[in-house]
């Protein structure tokens, strides 16, 4: 059905293979291996490459192998396997990049506050950290901060609401991001622009399109998303971003310089 060029076959198995050997490894392989922010104790430099061979479940690497097969076979034809390669990889590092500094941005204040908090855990410090960094879940645990307000000494008050603040932090600062979604969408940008009239049939509804619109929606949906659901629908937008972006200045840089590489 599809006719696979030899470096989108060997990135398909490398992303097939690491998901069966990782989903076997449990939590400890995510944990050790998905791309955490640079803020998290957690973060190591080779989680930059890691990460992008990495999924979190059956539908989230067939979505992305589906994108790889569907799209990258013609973009290798053109390039030819090392500049495709070398494009894949480049565009998954560039969506890690804008991903690291976006939730960098947006977590140095909650690191600053978790600081603050740690240095003293009272009852109004935690009415204050939960308010603003945690609203969600502020009205839940309204009985237990009545409790600590009347007995603000309270061992125990105090070790049950370091724990909330932890819990806090540790979801938005150690947890993980994994898959080749970044650089998946960077090729999906990359055909649009080379083959933009290029007309597509979408699975739902059933209905053609053109390359360029289709590219167009995915990034306006995820400059939407990014900006407003990123805390809530726990997908890395700012990587699929990431990769659309670095995706369209490799496009353009090598298009000046098209004598050189067609």
Same mark, same amino acid.
């Given at each position: ?9 060997? =990135? ?12 076997? +490894? ?12 640079? =803020? ?15 999924? %979190?479940?059956?539908?989230?690497? /067939? ?25 894949? &990889? ?21 690191? @600053? ?6 240095? $003293?855990?009272? $009852? ?5 950290? &939960? ?12 009985? /237990?901060?009545?409790? /600590? @307000?009347? @007995?603000?000494? $309270? ?5 049950? %609401? ?11 600062? @150690?947890?993980? &991001? ?10 999906? &940008? ?13 699975? /739902?509804?059933?209905?053609?399109? #053109?390359?360029?619109? =289709? ?28 990769? +659309? ?7 353009? =840089?090598? %298009?000046?310089?098209? #004598?050189?590489?067609?």
């Amino acid at each position: 059905m599809f006719n696979l060029s030899p470096v989108v076959r060997l =990135l398909l198995f490398a992303n097939v293979i690491v998901f069966f050997i990782t989903s076997q +490894m449990g939590d400890w392989a995510v944990d050790r291996f998905g791309l955490h922010s640079v =803020l998290s104790e957690k973060f190591s430099p080779i989680q930059l490459l890691t990460h992008m061979f990495m999924h %979190g479940g059956w539908t989230h690497i /067939f979505s992305n192998m589906i994108g790889l097969i569907v799209f990258g076979p013609m973009l290798e034809r053109v390039w030819g396997g090392p500049r495709f390669f070398l494009f894949y &990889m480049l565009t998954g590092l560039g969506a890690a990049a804008l991903y690291l500094g976006v939730n960098y941005y947006e977590t140095s204040s909650l690191v @600053d506050a978790y600081n603050m908090y740690r240095a $003293n855990p009272t $009852n109004g410090e935690f009415v204050g950290f &939960m308010s603003q960094y945690a609203s969600s879940i502020y009205d839940r645990l309204a009985p /237990f901060i009545q409790k /600590f @307000d009347a @007995d603000p000494t $309270n061992p125990l008050y105090i070790k049950q %609401g370091q724990a909330y603040v932890n819990a806090i932090v540790g979801a938005q600062v @150690d947890t993980p &991001m994994v898959g080749a979604s970044g650089a998946i969408f960077g090729v999906i &940008m990359a055909f649009g622009l080379l083959f933009p009239n290029t007309e597509l049939i979408l699975l /739902f509804p059933p209905i053609p399109i #053109k390359a360029k619109y =289709l590219v167009l929606f995915y990034g306006l949906y995820e400059v939407y998303s990014g900006i407003y659901q990123a805390q809530s629908d726990n997908v890395a937008h700012f990587a699929h971003i990431g990769g +659309m972006l670095f995706a369209y200045i490799l496009v353009k =840089l090598w %298009g000046s310089q098209r #004598k050189t590489f067609y």
